[in-house]
């Protein structure tokens, strides 16, 4: 057999899913299923990357519940949620049936008819309550249970019009006329916080106890990236052994922080380099694979990063220690003890007996044009503004072994 194109193997940016590649996430996979199998609608969150589109469609498709997905983007962009729904189920001049007979077209679509119904006879162009006819037409194809994902929520998370009819619509899918489509909608995107919102609203009880929000994609843990690397290289025909497979897999684990997207765009990178190499890994290509990661990607992470580095050469360097040290914590919120504690674990040998000044380190860095770091002043905590900042820190600092100095790699072409 031949050897697959790389992109058909590691694809950062397929919309389709590659079933070749797809990672399962059993838990999230189980509640998702037992939320479409119960009669509400559900709410899927998480960072932009970490697989949620994946993650519905293979398990719709396991299941073989028929979907549709409109794009919340679009529905800001016409300032209308009812329209992006009817657009995406229907075609402008599709025609309705008056009680004449119908002809099924050979071909009604993966699910349903988009504007592929044949009919003879008499008819005249929907133009009554657009959401409801959608709805009809999009039932009379499938009188199943059928899926109406709004994908993108972020794009109206902040309108409150396009919210209110959000609301609305949830509301709606009660009403007989419209329960009888039997649809349920799926709900996908990167806010959290979106039951507390419809909380706040006048029908927080009657929006938010339809609504059932399973727990949040975040990204693969390292068993599941050393199960991509495995399987990816594997296709690509590259000998690698059980050692190889690790020393990959912890690495692309370490610097993507597990974001699926970020894992394949690595990987393809990777594969890239080994291709050059005559198909031979080698560890030295890690290095490679990093150079060109970050000057594709991460060129604009690589410039706020250091922008917030010390600029000239000092004894300690603290502030470089404390950036480098961001990098080390697993905790997604942290404070000046968390990485006190971790500075005195990797640079014990510059630890002075008077305070060392990280809190006003981090106060520092939770400032400039951009900040490198959020700051939650209730909690008195911070965080690293961009998951991509966090990469882009474990790719461009190491700990020197015979000075103890955080050094920056320079990456230039």
Not at 75 to 95: D, F, K, Q, Y
Request: neutral net charge; proline residues 3%; aromatic residues 8%.
């Amino acid at each position: 057999m031949s050897r697959k194109d790389v992109t058909e193997v590691f694809t950062p940016r397929m919309s389709e899913v590659n079933s070749t590649m797809y990672v399962h996430r059993p838990a999230h996979e189980k509640s998702l299923n037992r939320a479409i199998k119960r009669n509400s609608h559900t709410l899927i969150f998480g960072d932009s990357g970490n697989g949620k589109s994946w993650l519905y469609k293979s398990l719709l498709d396991e299941m073989k519940v028929p979907y549709v997905i409109a794009n919340c983007a679009n529905a800001s962009r016409m300032g209308s949620l009812t329209n992006e729904i009817c657009n995406t189920l229907i075609e402008p001049g599709t025609v309705k049936k008056l009680g004449f007979s119908e002809e099924k077209a050979a071909e009604i679509g993966a699910y349903f008819a988009k504007g592929g119904l044949k009919h003879t006879g008499n008819y005249e162009v929907a133009s009554d309550e657009p959401l409801l006819e959608a709805f009809k037409l999009f039932n009379d194809a499938r009188p199943d249970k059928k899926i109406l994902v709004l994908d993108n929520l972020e794009s109206i998370f902040q309108s409150d019009d396009l919210m209110t009819e959000l609301a609305d619509i949830i509301i709606l899918l009660d009403d007989s006329r419209y329960a009888a489509c039997n649809i349920n909608i799926l709900i996908v995107g990167i806010p959290n916080g979106v039951l507390q919102y419809f909380r706040e609203t006048k029908n927080a009880e009657s929006v938010a106890n339809r609504i059932t929000e399973i727990n949040k994609v975040s990204g693969l843990d390292s068993g599941q990236v050393k199960s991509i690397v495995s399987k990816g290289f594997s296709q690509l025909k590259v000998p690698l052994t059980g050692s190889s497979i690790t020393e990959i897999a912890d690495h692309v684990w370490h610097v993507t922080l597990g974001t699926a997207q970020r894992v394949h765009e690595y990987c393809e990178l990777l594969a890239y380099e080994i291709e050059d190499n005559g198909w031979k890994y080698e560890a030295r290509l890690l290095k490679k694979a990093d150079k060109e990661w970050l000057l594709q990607g991460l060129r604009h992470s690589y410039q706020v990063v250091e922008g917030h580095l010390n600029s000239r050469e000092t004894s300690v360097a603290r502030r470089n220690q404390v950036i480098f040290c961001i990098s080390k914590i697993r905790v997604h919120q942290f404070d000046s003890n968390i990485i006190d504690k971790q500075i005195q674990k990797d640079f014990p040998d510059t630890i002075p007996e008077t305070n060392m000044g990280v809190g006003a380190i981090l106060n520092d860095l939770s400032k400039g044009e951009p900040p490198l770091l959020n700051k939650n002043s209730k909690a008195n905590t911070f965080s690293v503004r961009d998951p991509r900042y966090l990469m882009c820190i474990r790719l461009m600092l190491y700990r020197d072994p015979d000075t103890s100095k955080v050094v920056k790699k320079n990456f230039t072409r």
